[in-house]
């Protein structure tokens, strides 16, 4: 099978990396968190997960380039050193090799263009940081990009109950899928027993469920309202972080995301989207930007020719693109 190696390989670095946040956000304290430059949080827990996945990788796929979305340039300064102290604890303990010096070297292999041109990984080490501080849902979010097309992807989400009917089921879900292959979940204390997830198929929007960010800086919870009005939908939107929103649709708990900018400049990020992308596609659904346009992984880091997201099971994708494209002022 295609991409079987690197499947295996990516499952079992998203798998470490997953161990190493449920760890830290049991007990997570102040010396852990640290804010970026851009105001945006950021954890011990996603600089030791980058680490741990990106080191992994290297070892497997030496020249394959990575995008990620840490880098080291705050855990350098002497400010973080307590920060980064407690960065190399967290992936040592899951990764024994690791020194302060492979820690930071791996964190920066991260720093890769994208664009179209051969292969390249992507990775959010935690999506959703806010849900994580929050104590809720967050996902390791990895995929693999070849010529500008998401080929592979894998979604970590430690805290997303196994049997989508049951919240109060085993948490730890690993969703997964290569182009082509299908869309596969496995509990993430057994990886390797899936099974394979599929989309709902309810044909009409006002049944749909709906999902969305829980930040509403990060999508129009306003818009959002008004287009399901306008589909006369009955159910309330469920407020979730992270690409588990993607999960969600891949295993018919929901029908529908948005994500609806919330500001005119803002370039999607392609790690906050590749791996969900794919597992999402896999799994029967559809995926398109808020002007119905398909998303463009091929040009950088970022969606930058697109803008915000509709992913949905495919009987209600035309209706829902009709009424976000309808919503627009
Ligand atoms: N303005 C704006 N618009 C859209 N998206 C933005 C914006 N600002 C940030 N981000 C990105 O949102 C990522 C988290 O998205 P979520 O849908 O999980 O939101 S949230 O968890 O409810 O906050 C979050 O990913 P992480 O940083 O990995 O958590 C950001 O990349
Ligand atoms: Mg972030
Ligand atoms: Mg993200
Ligand atoms: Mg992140």
């Known amino acids: 099978?295609?991409?079987?190696?690197?499947?295996?390989?990516?499952?079992?670095?998203?798998?470490?990396?997953?161990?190493?946040?449920?760890?830290?956000?049991?007990?997570?304290?102040?010396?852990?968190?640290?804010?970026?430059?851009?105001?945006?949080?950021?954890?011990?827990?996603?600089?030791?997960a980058q680490a741990l996945v990106l080191s992994t990788l290297a070892a497997a796929f030496p020249n394959d380039p990575a995008v990620g979305e840490e880098d080291s340039s705050d855990l350098r300064k002497e400010e973080n050193a307590e920060l980064f102290s407690r960065v190399v604890e967290y992936a040592q303990k899951v990764d024994g090799s690791l020194d302060a010096e492979s820690v930071l070297a791996a964190i920066d292999r991260g720093k890769h263009a994208g664009g179209s041109q051969g292969r390249f990984w992507t990775l959010d080490p935690i999506d959703g940081t806010k849900g994580f501080l929050r104590g809720q849902q967050y996902a390791v979010a990895l995929a693999l990009i070849e010529n500008g097309e998401v080929v592979l992807g894998v979604l970590g989400c430690p805290n997303l109950p196994v049997d989508p009917a049951n919240a109060n089921s085993e948490k730890g879900s690993l969703l997964f899928a290569v182009k082509g292959q299908g869309a596969f979940q496995a509990p993430l204390s057994e990886i390797d027993s899936a099974t394979k997830i599929s989309v709902d198929q309810i044909d009409d929007p006002a049944k749909a469920v709906f999902c969305e960010s829980v930040e509403s800086g990060h999508t129009a919870h306003g818009r959002s309202a008004a287009i399901t009005n306008a589909l006369g939908t009955s159910v309330e939107p469920f407020r979730m972080d992270s690409q588990c929103k993607y999960a969600a649709v891949s295993r018919g708990q929901a029908s529908v995301y948005l994500r609806l900018p919330t500001r005119p400049g803002y370039e999607e990020k392609i790690w906050d989207h590749a791996a969900g992308y794919i597992v999402l596609q896999e799994a029967g659904g559809r995926i398109a930007d808020t002007f119905g346009n398909p998303l463009d992984f091929s040009l950088g880091r970022t969606l930058k020719n697109n803008k915000g997201i509709v992913a949905t099971s495919p009987a209600v994708f035309e209706s829902v693109v009709k009424a976000v494209v309808d919503s627009a002022e």
């Open 1 to 48: 099978m295609p991409f079987e190696q690197e499947l295996q390989v990516a499952k079992e670095a998203v798998r470490k990396a997953s161990l190493l946040c449920s760890a830290a956000q049991a007990g997570l304290v102040d010396s852990e968190k640290h804010d970026k430059a851009d105001k945006s949080p950021v954890t011990v827990a996603d600089y030791g």
